[in-house]
């Protein structure tokens, strides 16, 4: 565990995936399975990367809009893949699969020891497993900065948040991580830090601030709360104008755990 992989500033669409398909390396024939695939990418990415042949890789989320996307993407670039919805903690291939992949897919499952172990019992004797999860958010400066604006605004400031709760944020302690992929029936582990810088969305300024006052945590906060969300928005403005590049994008710090395992 410890070494530093991945690239330092990349757009926040094609980051990680590369990563973690060069680490799985897919080949053609193997039953490849992406949880909470969203819309697609990644299982697309590993589609093209293996020249897969059909069914082609398999790609799993609980959204039925964003399985629609993936397909229509699939469709539209030929490539070989296909999508079900299912909650993965629960769902069963039609076959084993050879290779487990996610990209930030993994960490919304209530009871994570058992969701492990049942992809475990559905992945072939040393079959292999990589994804990627975030750090803890306060070392993901795209996702703390936001709540940090809102702060000064708030007629009480937030309970600390359980740092192993459902969520983004879930795995951010690796040694809690190792030790539940091994008693759910994971080998040869490797957790390796991330650390990189996302462009955010947006042209400019504005935009970005905009795009982040939308983000889930801090709009319900405002909401709960009934803040005017206005001068939260200018402050936050105000904080990312010393992350912007000479082309007005915003670049902020992220950390992620690049994970890869072996089934027993
Ligand atoms: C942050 S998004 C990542 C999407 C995609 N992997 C990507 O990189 O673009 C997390 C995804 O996990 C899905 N998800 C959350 N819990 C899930 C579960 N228990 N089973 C399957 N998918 C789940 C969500 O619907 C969402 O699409």
New binding site residues.
């Given amino acids: 565990m410890g070494r530093p992989v991945g690239p330092s500033r990349r757009h926040a669409g094609t980051v990680?995936?590369d990563e973690i398909i060069a680490q799985a390396a897919p080949e053609p024939d193997e039953q490849v399975l992406?949880?909470?695939?969203?819309?697609?990418?990644?299982t697309l990415l590993a589609s093209r990367a293996s020249g897969a042949v059909e069914p082609g890789p398999l790609g799993?989320?609980?959204?039925a809009p964003?399985l629609e996307l993936a397909r229509r993407r699939a469709g539209e670039a030929g490539l070989a893949a296909r999508f079900e919805h299912?909650?993965?903690?629960a769902?069963v291939p039609d076959r084993p699969a050879d290779l487990v992949i996610?990209?930030?897919?993994v960490m919304?499952?209530a009871d994570p020891a058992a969701?492990f172990g049942h992809i475990a019992a559905n992945v072939r004797p040393g079959g292999r497993m990589v994804f990627a999860c975030w750090q803890s958010l306060q070392e993901n400066d795209w996702a703390f900065a936001p709540l940090q604006a809102a702060l000064p605004f708030l007629d009480t400031p937030p309970e600390p948040p359980d740092p192993h709760a459902p969520g983004?944020f879930a795995f951010q302690d690796r040694d809690r991580l190792a030790g539940l992929l091994e008693r759910a029936g994971w080998s040869n582990l490797a957790i390796d830090p991330v650390e990189t810088h996302l462009v955010l969305p947006g042209e400019d300024i504005e935009t970005t601030a905009g795009f982040m006052m939308q983000l889930g945590p801090l709009s319900r906060l405002l909401a709960s709360q009934e803040i005017d969300p206005a001068p939260v928005e200018a402050a936050l403005a105000d904080q990312l104008s010393a992350h912007q590049r000479a082309d007005g994008r915003v670049v902020m710090k992220s950390a992620s755990w690049q994970v890869s395992a072996e089934r027993r």
């Fill in positions: 990680f995936a992406d949880i909470g695939c969203g819309a697609g990418a990644l799993v989320d609980v959204s964003l299912g909650d993965a903690s769902f996610s990209r930030f897919g919304f499952f969701a983004p």
